[in-house]
């Protein structure tokens, strides 16, 4: 473990860029927020899309907050540094969005693909073993490839709630933090802050209140961080799992597979959004749980007064039910988070736990389905 001795020199040396760069974030997103009322285009004013949850235009250009601060923050670091620019088209494809300038899905996976072959040539990272399997070059390149381009989009894919993407980002930093911490790896540990620090300037605009958004850029900045961040951590810490990594970030990961599998089962594209996410039904789940205990002492002889205040109580239904989405998420998905910490360097356990949260996605998406009493 960390001597207390070096845990204070870490705190007192980075203590000031850690601060520096959550302003920097804060700071940049406040800017966003404030320039966005004179240039109404930066606003997102479409009430009525999929994933549609806000009631005032809002500005979307949060990641490039994020993007900005930990620019700065890696700055010393050569591998990161590229990993900054290689990301730079994928972040592009999704500002592009947000700036209502909408591309194709199939552009927007061209420039993902340039940002993940980019980042595997430039900095030389790729999957080469999965804890007792040793890959050759070639399929641990191409497997690398294929998880980037899945993961850049998972984390835009949960991306429909104030705070849920960047929260979820954040619980999973603090994961792949205390790992880092408990192996003493400084170094990691500093990479790891400076990605949180710079979500947390960002991640205070947009939870519980939505004043910014991340964005399409930011979320996939932030997929596409995590997943070299997710190799780095293999490489630097061996003793860790493969698995480890892939539970920790398991619910983003299914969130696609199952997104992919339900399309294909309806008949629809899996390019083609709809409204039955995981966390688009825990939302109206929310609401309908919310409605029947505002309504549930209603009688005859209230109604109109019921009626008279049924704008009031609805829009006051939809603006807890969105942050609450998140708070029940981030509580779904904690033991997962432990059990990953906890069983780090134990492969067939987090095997067992991997399928385990499946069973768990699985059921939990059912009863939602029930409660709501819609046909899938």
């Not at 810490?237 to 597979?257: D, M, N, T």
């Not at 939809?318 to 998140?326: E, H, Q, V, W």
Request: net charge positive; aromatic share 22%.
């Amino acid at each position: 473990m960390l001597s207390q001795d070096l845990f204070f020199n870490l705190k007192e040396i980075y203590f000031f860029k850690y601060i520096f760069i959550f302003f920097l974030s804060f700071s940049t997103c406040l800017f966003i927020i404030y320039i966005s009322k004179k240039y109404p285009s930066f606003l997102d004013k479409n009430f009525k899309g999929y994933q549609k949850y806000h009631t005032f235009p809002t500005p979307r250009l949060g990641g490039v907050g994020i993007y900005i601060s930990s620019f700065i923050g890696l700055i010393s670091s050569s591998i990161f540094l590229k990993l900054m620019f290689s990301s730079f088209p994928a972040f592009i494809a999704g500002i592009f969005s947000d700036i209502n300038k909408e591309l194709s899905p199939k552009v927007r996976i061209l420039l993902i693909s340039i940002s993940a072959l980019l980042g595997i040539f430039l900095t030389d990272l790729y999957v080469n073993n999965l804890d007792f399997i040793t890959l050759n070059k070639f399929l641990g390149i191409f497997l690398t490839f294929i998880g980037i381009l899945g993961f850049t989009n998972a984390i835009n894919i949960i991306d429909g709630f104030n705070g849920l993407a960047s929260g979820f980002s954040l619980i999973a930093l603090l994961n792949f933090l205390f790992t880092a911490f408990f192996y003493n790896n400084i170094f990691l540990m500093d990479i790891i802050s400076i990605f949180i620090f710079s979500i947390l300037g960002f991640f205070i605009l947009n939870f519980p209140f939505g004043l910014i958004f991340l964005g399409d850029g930011g979320a996939y900045f932030l997929g596409y961080m995590f997943s070299f961040l997710c190799i780095f951590i293999k490489n630097l810490l061996p003793q860790v799992s493969a698995l480890y990594p892939f539970l920790v970030l398991i619910y983003p990961i299914y969130e696609v597979i199952f997104s992919i599998y339900r399309k294909i089962k309806r008949k629809t594209s899996p390019f083609k959004p709809d409204t039955y996410h995981f966390h688009m039904l825990v939302y109206k789940a929310i609401k309908k749980f919310l409605r029947r205990r505002y309504t549930k002492n209603f009688s005859k002889e209230n109604t109109l007064y019921f009626l008279k205040y049924y704008k009031n109580i609805k829009e006051k239904i939809n603006f807890l039910a969105n942050p609450l989405t998140s708070i029940f998420i981030f509580l779904w998905i904690l033991p997962f988070q432990i059990l990953a910490f906890l069983f780090k360097n134990h492969p067939p356990i987090l095997f067992m736990c991997s399928l385990l949260f499946i069973f768990y996605y699985n059921l939990t998406y059912k009863i939602l389905v029930m409660y709501l009493k819609n046909k899938i």
